[in-house]
Every structure is written in C-alpha cells, then in structure tokens.
C-alpha cells in the first residue's frame, strides 16, 4: 500500500503546501475491516485542529478528481506528534542532530532499542550513544522514532 500513499503524497504535497503548513507523510494503511488515508502535517509552531480541517478541505477535491484509491476509505488528516516516526530520507536528513530511537529486529548487546543522537543517514544510520559512534544498516531497524521531545 505504500505504493498509493507515495502516489497521494505526490498529488497533494502543493495544496498541502498552499495551506502554510508541511506535509511529513502520508500512509494508507488497513485496521481491522477498514482503510485510512493518513495525511501527516507539520509546521514550526505546531499543528491545530484549523490547520487539519483546512487542510482537509483542500486535499479531498483533489484526491476525488484525481480517484487513485479504489477502495472505501477514511481520510485522517493530523500532526506527525512528538516522537514521529522517521520513515522517508528526508525524515532522516531533518533529523540529524536530533535524538532518536531505534527499534532493532535483532537484539544488539541484550538490546532491541537503541537510543542516540542521529549523526548521518547514508540509508543506514550512524549514531552517537555515550561515547560510541553505532552504525545501523536499514536491515536491522524496524522503525525510527524523534525521541528528543523538546525539539521538534
């Protein structure tokens, strides 16, 4: 489903911008019997319930002319949260200096998480934790979350 999402995000990224804020991602994804089209946004100061109606307004139009999606679905349109999840490349390039957390497939040093500062994104990631430097190649992450929460 990724395949659709990537095309949505193509087709709104400009309206979504139009509307003074950023898109950061957008997900289809299935829970349960339904689809929900998630559409992430974000801005310095931060995301209200104004900013995700108006976006809202703005996206469903041109989602319906453009009909990618042939499936009943909900549109969700909301903030990417605190501890976000890093997904896209230029997720992880926004993220670098920033802390994050890890979630290993495979446990490293009795570990399955690890917790560090973001150094470089190369497709794998390195990180500083303490007085290491840990390189992760994208095989051995699951998923990437900011979890400095001061500093979004």
């Known amino acids: ?51 995700c109606t108006a976006v809202s307004h703005a996206i469903d139009p041109v989602i319906d002319e453009a009909d990618p999606i042939d499936k009943s679905y909900y549109l969700e349109v909301c903030s990417p949260g605190l501890e976000r999840e890093i997904t896209r490349p230029e997720h992880f390039e926004w993220a670098v200096g920033r802390e994050i957390k890890a ?20 497709g794998g990631i390195t990180l500083s934790v303490g007085d290491n430097e840990i390189y992760l190649d994208k095989k051995e992450f699951s998923t990437v979350k900011l979890n400095d929460l001061t500093e979004v």
Do not use: C, H, P
């Open 1 to 51: 489903m990724a395949g659709i999402a990537d095309k949505i995000l193509s087709l709104i990224k400009d309206t979504v911008e139009a509307q003074n804020v950023s898109l950061w991602d957008v997900r289809f994804v299935k829970e349960g019997a339904s689809y929900f089209l998630r559409v992430y946004i974000d801005k310095e100061d931060g995301i209200n319930i104004d900013d």
């Open 103 to 122: 979630k290993l497939y495979k446990a490293i040093n009795g570990t399955k998480e690890i917790i560090g500062t973001l150094l470089k994104y190369d």
